[in-house]
């Protein structure tokens, strides 16, 4: 019987207008190099990813300005990106469709969360490996919830019973999440696509460090998770 495989998939087609920086936020310099630079480090150092995809706009003119050597044929840019998430990374999976088989585990995981680590990858995929739906990594919400009304005054709060704040990779079957987003394609993330579907995607408990950079000073935040995790390992190493 032959193995599945995990393919990677990373949309990077969006602008990042919350930064306001000039480039898109995926590029932004993070410890010398794109922000993108470490997310796909990250991909790539699990044994059990074997191709990651990079969805980019067709207009990209920033990725052939970088140097992505030490990736080698591992990663490969894909120009078919669209005006949402959903539109990039149904783009994305229709452009990979002669490369992978309809069971293999595809895993979607944002550009802008660098600082996801190996081991956030490897318990998701050995959590979900036998699983008939698939799934995302999540964190339960710890703190108080407010509903705000247009002045951003609070009006009520909500209970935070059950409520769990998703996160990416989020890991399903090839063809089960390009049908999904071909019949839903208002979504923010592929788990609501694959819910609207009827399936019920599996939470696998992450941590806050893996979190979406998306305004300025998450950059200092990304830089200290970084370097903290970097010297960790260091002195772990004889």
Not at 104 to 131: G, S
Request: charge should be neutral; proline fraction near 5%; hydrophobic fraction near 40%.
């Amino acid at each position: 019987m032959q193995k599945n495989r995990h393919i990677a998939l990373v949309p990077a087609a969006g602008s990042g207008t919350r930064m306001g920086a000039e480039c898109p936020k995926q590029y932004l310099p993070l410890l010398g190099k794109p922000l993108i630079y470490h997310t796909l480090a990250a991909l790539c150092a699990v044994p059990a990813i074997e191709r990651v995809f990079v969805v980019l706009s067709a207009g990209d003119a920033q990725w052939a300005r970088h140097n992505w050597e030490k990736f080698g044929s591992r990663v490969q840019p894909l120009f078919c990106g669209g005006a949402t998430r959903a539109d990039s990374v149904l783009g994305g999976l229709n452009a990979i469709a002669d490369k992978v088989s309809a069971t293999d585990w595809i895993l979607v995981h944002d550009a802008a969360r660098p600082c996801v680590a190996v081991e956030h990858i490897e318990k998701l995929i050995r959590n979900l490996e036998h699983d008939d739906v698939g799934g995302l990594l999540a964190i339960p919400l710890s703190d108080t919830l407010k509903r705000a009304d247009s002045s951003c005054r609070a009006t009520s709060t909500l209970s935070r019973e059950n409520l769990w704040c998703a996160q990416t990779p989020q890991m399903f079957r090839y063809l089960t999440l390009r049908r999904a987003l071909e019949a839903t394609r208002n979504v923010t993330d592929e788990a609501s696509a694959i819910e609207a579907a009827g399936g019920h995607p599996k939470l696998v408990e992450s941590d806050s460090a893996n979190f979406k950079v998306t305004r300025p000073v998450d950059i200092l935040f990304a830089e200290w998770i970084l370097r903290s995790r970097e010297a960790t390992q260091g002195e772990r190493t004889p």
